[in-house]
């Protein structure tokens, strides 16, 4: 089956760095774009970061642009959220999501990871 596994968060002080990853497996990765959500308590979920199947394209939201960069491995079937420069207002839960582009229709979502700003 479908596994979209996220590691890479953990707890920092502002202006610090974290990267995220996410590993497919059950899937042709080259078939999907792939999404980087955040979830802050009492929020609702935000799309964050948007990368194309081949990598070519890359979208944000504003809130993190010139401070966050997503990337794609297609030969690791990994997608990164590169973090720099975090906010205390960073602080969420992160989850990654498979969005196919094919004629078959399909979306995964990861199982979330924290991340914390914290001074």
């Known amino acids: 089956q479908v596994q979209l596994v996220e590691s890479g968060g953990g707890s920092v002080q502002p202006g610090e760095s974290l990267r995220l990853s996410c590993v497919a497996s059950?899937?042709?990765?080259?078939?999907?774009?792939m999404k980087w959500y955040r979830q802050a308590p009492g929020k609702e979920r935000e799309l964050v970061a948007t990368i194309t199947p081949s990598g070519d394209i890359t979208n944000y939201v504003d809130s993190v642009k010139g401070r966050f960069t997503i990337s794609r491995d297609n030969t690791k079937n990994a997608v990164y959220l590169q973090m720099n420069s975090l906010k205390p207002e960073d602080t969420a839960a992160y989850y990654c999501?498979?969005?196919?582009?094919?004629?078959?229709?399909?979306?995964?979502w990861g199982q979330g990871a924290q991340v914390t700003v914290s001074s």
């Open positions: 059950g899937l042709t990765f080259t078939r999907y774009a």
């Open positions: 999501r498979a969005v196919s582009v094919s004629q078959w229709p399909g979306t995964y």
